[in-house]
């Protein structure tokens, strides 16, 4: 038996569905989005560190999380739109990962990477 998961399957499904995991513990469930959210963020900054300069790196290193996002805006960055593509990279990721977990013969529809 094969099962196709696309990119529309992970943008519109519940995620906890879409993991089967909707019946889950609650604590459970909260822990796993505190990781995920901790993953993006961890992404979000490593993405925005290696699109500044080299010369300006060290000093985005020492920022405090309070001047982080003020001093990213500075830059032209969008953190909005950063947060939500590396959200939704991890999400297929994730989902994808379960899946093929479950089912071996899962095709998984890749993500598109940019240009």
Same mark, same amino acid.
């Given at each position: 038996?094969?099962?196709?998961?696309? %990119?529309?399957?992970? /943008?519109? #499904? *519940?995620?906890?569905?879409?993991?089967? %995991?909707?019946?889950?513990?609650?604590?459970?469930? !909260?822990?796993?989005?505190?990781? +995920?959210?901790?993953?993006?963020?961890? @992404?979000?900054? /490593?993405?925005? &560190? #290696? +699109?500044?300069? !080299?010369?300006? @790196?060290?000093?985005?290193? #020492?920022?405090?999380? *309070? $001047? +982080?996002?003020? &001093?990213? !805006?500075?830059?032209?960055? *969008?953190?909005?739109? /950063?947060?939500?593509?590396?959200? +939704?990279? &991890? @999400?297929? #990721? /994730?989902?994808?990962?379960?899946?093929?977990?479950?089912?071996? $013969?899962?095709?998984?529809?890749?993500?598109?990477?940019?240009?």
């Amino acid at each position: 038996m094969s099962f196709s998961l696309t %990119l529309q399957d992970i /943008l519109e #499904e *519940d995620f906890f569905t879409l993991l089967g %995991l909707q019946g889950g513990p609650e604590d459970e469930k !909260e822990e796993l989005l505190k990781t +995920m959210n901790q993953t993006v963020q961890g @992404r979000v900054y /490593l993405t925005v &560190y #290696e +699109m500044l300069p !080299e010369d300006q @790196r060290h000093h985005f290193s #020492e920022l405090s999380a *309070d $001047d +982080m996002i003020p &001093y990213i !805006e500075a830059q032209g960055i *969008d953190l909005a739109a /950063l947060i939500t593509e590396e959200a +939704m990279r &991890y @999400r297929f #990721e /994730l989902a994808a990962t379960f899946k093929a977990a479950i089912d071996p $013969d899962i095709a998984v529809t890749a993500l598109p990477q940019e240009a």
